[in-house]
């Protein structure tokens, strides 16, 4: 039994927080492979796919608090989006944020808008607030070009987007396969520099030139005809040319803001050194610099790994890391009742 001796203000805290007090979430993060249709002469423009990784990701954790504060990596940004949705949705609660891991920023990965999504949809969680993943990204302005990263949070697995129309709605997933689990994925980052974002990113798909509307509809057809198809049966060979070639062609458009087809020159020698052992599906995820390499099982993605740590053991700015692929979305532990601060500074009295 609890006997309550102090304020009602602190009673009706107390009743709040037993919606639940504390959210721990963990958010993967996404390889993005490539937008599909940059033309847009059909009325919906983008429309991207990607993998979501197993081993990179964000967790962090959220609580009430008597004031807003924020710890470890990122975790400043992570306070941003919390303010942010509490303004829009008028809540004057103050919550503390922890991030115990984060997901590099701006190499590729999708961190911003993972941590937008860990923050928001932990807080929601936390004040009890009746919304879906994608409220929080609507709120937040996340997925702006691509949805991979929201598919990713909600669901896992590979993600096929169908890009925007005229409004601003989120891109729609179309299609979602599960990766198959004894391929690999192995990520190459360059430590030296980070991929375009913010204002930078904005200024360069403004000054991209008009997209072919006849590789739309090739990139289109390959995908559908080739990759999926082969993703389905988990044929690696299929799935990885339909990805390359991709790449390939997307990478040479954007050469234009990005000045190479992979950004990183040391991380384009990493890729040009596993194809000429056989890799095919090799590419950058998104802006970069992070490069990945398909592979159909982990004993050859560690061989692979070996050779290439003795090939460019000179290079000093470069990671290696092997990926499963990941086919479940964010993870969400919800603790519902844990000693208040009423209580932790005695005002309540157990009997």
């Known amino acids: 039994m609890v006997i309550n001796n102090t304020t009602s203000d602190i009673a009706s805290e107390s009743v709040r927080r037993t919606k639940s007090d504390r959210v721990t979430i963990v958010v993967p993060a996404r390889l993005h492979l490539g937008f599909l249709d940059l033309n847009g002469d059909l009325g919906r423009r983008y429309g ?52 115990e891991e984060a997901i590099p920023e701006h190499v590729g990965l999708g961190s911003g808008t993972q941590l937008a999504m860990a923050a928001g949809v932990g807080a929601a969680r936390l004040l009890g607030l009746e919304l879906s993943a994608r409220d929080v990204a609507g709120y937040l302005a996340r997925g702006k070009r691509s949805g991979v990263g929201i598919g990713s949070f909600e669901m896992g697995g590979v993600i096929l987007d169908g890009g925007h129309g005229d409004g601003d709605k989120i891109p729609p997933v179309l299609a979602r396969y599960e990766f198959p689990a004894a391929w690999r994925i192995l990520v190459i980052f360059d430590r030296r520099f980070k991929g375009k974002h913010g204002a930078d990113e904005e200024n360069a798909f403004l000054n991209l030139p008009p997209f072919p509307a006849e590789l739309s509809a090739h990139f289109c057809r390959l995908l559908l005809m080739v990759g999926l198809p082969a993703l389905a049966e988990a044929d690696l060979d299929g799935f990885s040319r339909a990805v390359a070639e991709i790449q390939c062609a997307t990478g040479d458009f954007f050469t234009t803001v990005q000045g190479n087809r992979i950004a990183s020159e040391s991380v384009a020698s990493v890729l040009e050194w596993l194809q000429a052992e056989g890799i095919v599906g090799v590419g950058q995820s998104s802006w970069g610099p992070t490069g990945f390499a398909l592979i159909g099982s982990d004993a050859e993605a560690k061989r692979l790994t070996a050779a290439l740590v003795r090939r460019f053991a000179d290079v000093d700015h470069l990671d290696l890391m092997i990926c499963r692929g990941r086919n479940t979305g964010g993870q969400i532990d919800v603790i519902e009742r844990i000693e208040s601060p009423a209580e932790r500074r005695g005002l309540y009295h157990r009997a």
């Open 48 to 99: 991207s796919f990607g993998i979501t990784l197993d081993d990179i990701y964000t967790r962090l954790r959220v609580e009430h608090a008597d004031s807003f504060s924020a710890s470890g990596p990122s975790s400043a940004r992570a306070l941003e989006f919390i303010r942010e949705l509490l303004h829009r949705l008028g809540c004057d609660d103050s919550l503390a944020v922890t991030v």
